[in-house]
């Protein structure tokens, strides 16, 4: 039993009066997108700030491939980066190193973290996710670096020792290599 089980079952042993929370109420308490899905790649639980997140309803979601959450061009990408997490799960980010996206009911495509939990249960294998929208700091870090560039003489986006004028050096260099979405 790890050590957050064993505080809490000994604090309610001594606290009856406190009443453990269930794990929806948990769930929906998170801050962030809270995205359960079984083995098989398709959403079993969701919460109220998924819906937000993406737009769809909780209904819309459930028994879905969690693949509908993601671009339809990095969908291949995203199954085999599941098969994978699945045949060796354990607590991580997803995609340290490169940018993830998420997709939202309207089409549209936003930056996303997302980290990784396998859930050991009688029932199988399940990989919880939280997602969490990353949009203003992308935005935030687009402007500390226009501020940067403008200091020192340069465009947004540019380099002028290479001239390359995509700053892909810069990306490459920051860890940004390549994109790929949720896999869970």
């Known amino acids: 039993m790890g050590l957050f089980r064993r505080l ?29 899905v079984n083995a098989g790649g398709k959403m079993v639980v969701v919460n109220s700030q998924t819906e937000i997140l993406f737009g769809y309803s909780r209904q819309e979601l459930i028994g879905q491939p969690v693949e509908i959450l993601i671009p339809a061009r990095l969908e291949r990408l995203h199954v085999k980066h599941r098969a994978s997490f699945l045949a060796e799960p354990h607590v991580r980010p997803m995609g340290a190193g490169q940018e993830l996206l998420g997709k939202r009911k309207n089409g549209t495509e936003f930056p996303v973290e997302i980290s990784l939990s396998p859930l050991r249960t009688p029932q199988g294998l399940f990989v919880t996710s939280a997602v969490r929208d990353i949009t203003e700091r992308k935005h935030a870090e687009t402007q500390c670096g226009a501020r940067g560039s403008a200091a020192a003489g340069r465009t947004p986006g540019s380099d002028r020792r290479t001239g390359d004028k995509y700053g892909s050096r810069d990306r490459k260099r920051a860890g940004h290599v390549g994109k790929v979405a949720l896999a869970a």
């Not at 406190?18 to 929906?28: A, F, M, N, S, T």
Request: avoid cysteine.
């Open 8 to 36: 809490a079952a000994y604090v309610t042993s001594k606290h009856p009066e406190w009443v453990r929370p269930e794990v929806g109420d948990l769930l929906e308490s998170a801050p962030d997108s809270m995205v359960i």
